[in-house]
């Protein structure tokens, strides 16, 4: 999938997510808060500006979330994003609210309505987890010029083939057909097993 299909997948799939800024102190903060639109390489949601989240959000200008669909761990897929966030002001609300009419439920007047401000995350970098495929199925992306970050294990050149890694990787992602062994990417769940049992020291955390 490309970017704006993991966004999108946010939007139309879970909708629902798990936010969290910091407060004065330093300290983490979560809120459950609803991406109400995407577009190919940014999200929109909305806040109250009385609210504590909404002060955070323009003291930090940055936040991070998770958010799942599945019914159980085994059957489920987690998107997380971190990244920058700005305030756009009313102008967009009326664009959220008829893409996300329940909204009007909570705020049903347009006095009411005032209070609202929407937000956009527009440069980020985000994970995609699918613990519903065997193996693993992971991808990263970014967004907004946002630099992709590198994560993970990788094997050198002083692999000698012993399989010691393989042996021990859950998800059965080591390529074994030639030394250096390649732990393939999209399957790892960087646990780490293969850099404690390698003997020639030849795994290397990014």
């Known amino acids: 999938m490309e970017t704006k299909d993991y966004l999108a997948y946010v939007v139309k799939q879970i909708h629902t ?11 983490p903060v979560t809120a459950a808060i609803d991406m109400m639109d995407s577009d190919d390489d940014s999200l929109y949601f909305l806040t109250a500006k009385g609210k504590g989240f ?3 959000l323009v003291k930090r200008g940055f936040l991070a979330f998770t958010a799942m669909k599945g019914e159980d761990t085994l059957s489920s897929v987690a998107v997380s994003v971190r990244g920058k966030v700005r305030e756009l002001g009313y102008g967009k609300i009326p664009e959220l609210l008829e893409k996300n009419p329940y909204m009007y439920k909570i705020y049903p007047t347009e006095q009411a309505r005032q209070a609202l401000t929407a937000f956009q995350i527009y440069e980020g970098t985000g994970e995609w987890f699918d613990l519903s495929k065997r193996p693993i199925e992971r991808a990263s992306f970014t967004f907004g010029g946002a630099e992709k970050r590198r994560e993970g294990f990788y094997i050198t050149d002083a692999c000698t083939g012993c399989s010691a890694c393989a042996a021990v990787c859950p998800q059965d992602c080591i390529c074994q057909e030639s030394i250096p062994f390649v732990i393939e990417q999209d399957h790892c769940l960087h646990c780490g097993n293969c850099l404690s049992e390698c003997p020639a020291g030849a795994v290397k955390k990014k």
């Open 17 to 27: 997510t798990i936010v969290a800024t910091v407060d004065d102190e330093g300290l």
């Open 54 to 56: 909404y002060d955070r």
